[in-house]
């Protein structure tokens, strides 16, 4: 990753505040990943290694580090969206990007949070957005008119459905960290037109014992957060 070398507003930063710059978004990268969007930014800057004063210095608040993390990312989706329209069979190129989005999520509480909503006030996602969304109404609207997408699908409903995924991933990432691959592809098939074959699910269901397992993970974290620990 290249060094950053100029603060927010364009001026050119001093070495040392370009490293702790960085250090702060690898940082930040890391807690949101881990533990969502629900920390603040003393947690940041104990994880870099830094004084909450320095991570202030270089992000006025918490959106607008969200802003720094996760620009990129939205860069990326619209690109692989726009990158899915070159698939010759529509719904190939509709199931790439859900599989694109759905890997992403699984790992990466931070990013399940942000398309709940929680970019609102963050200048640089929003911005991103109606890239994003225009890629994806015309991937909905080619798999429509090729008959293969079910006509009553509208692209509003991709975000509904992949932070779906992004949740069930993370009840079931202690257990069967592939188990949101299983989910994904009964939403793909709710999707499809009916006319055409069901797939093979991708992966097991999860155990009574998984389920209970990860009931027991998800409030020992849930805990874990309202103790501060």
Known sequence: MSMVTTSPTGRPLRADAARNRLLILDAAREVFAEQGLDVTLADVAEHAGLGVGTVYRRFASKDELVDAVFERFFQDMADAAERAL????????????????????????????????????CAQLTGQRPRVESAIGELFARAQSAGELRADAEPSDFFALIYMVGTMAEFAQPVNP????????????????PRFARPDLPAAALTPDEVDRARQHLQGRRRHIRRGD
């Open 86 to 121: 070159a698939a010759a069979d529509p719904w190939d190129a509709l199931t790439e990007f859900f599989e694109f989005a759905g890997a992403h999520m699984a790992v990466n509480k931070g990013l399940v949070d942000v398309m709940a909503g929680a970019d609102q006030g």
């Open 178 to 193: 592939d188990a949101w691959r299983r989910y994904l592809a009964l939403i793909l098939d709710g999707l499809r037109d």
